[in-house]
């Protein structure tokens, strides 16, 4: 079993940034690829971006793409999702997950913290 514990959530201003965490714990960190989701109230799950096992492959969806950087320290076992220019459009509970292999489906991931909520005000 892999662990997640997400951390970095908060409240923030339109235009600010603020750096989500996940850190895995169990089994190791490094043949697992890992992703961020969000969920808005009353959507569904959104992709938002993946990073491969060993960082040779990261991809995000497009209403993020060049104010998210999706990063990871396998050293320490521990994923990022850096997040600038938030918009109040960002606001959601994020959530990370690890699969064996990069995807942007939620149902193709074995695990999944419990979730942060990011919150962007006007």
């Known amino acids: 079993q892999v662990h997640l514990v997400e951390s970095g959530g908060g409240s923030v201003q339109a235009g600010g940034s603020l750096r989500l965490s996940c850190a895995a714990s169990?089994?190791?960190?490094?043949?697992?690829?890992m992703a961020w989701f969000r969920q808005a109230p009353d959507k569904e799950r959104e992709f938002v971006a993946f990073i491969s096992q060993f960082a040779g492959r990261i991809y995000y969806t497009d209403s993020v793409k060049d104010r998210f950087t999706i990063s990871r320290d396998n050293a320490k076992n521990t994923v990022y999702l850096q997040m600038n220019s938030l918009k109040p459009e960002d606001t959601a509970v994020y959530y990370c997950a690890a699969g064996p292999n990069p995807d942007v489906h939620d149902f193709l991931y074995n695990y999944w913290g419990q979730g942060t909520q990011v919150t962007v005000s006007s």
């Open positions: 169990g089994r190791t960190f490094g043949p697992y690829a």
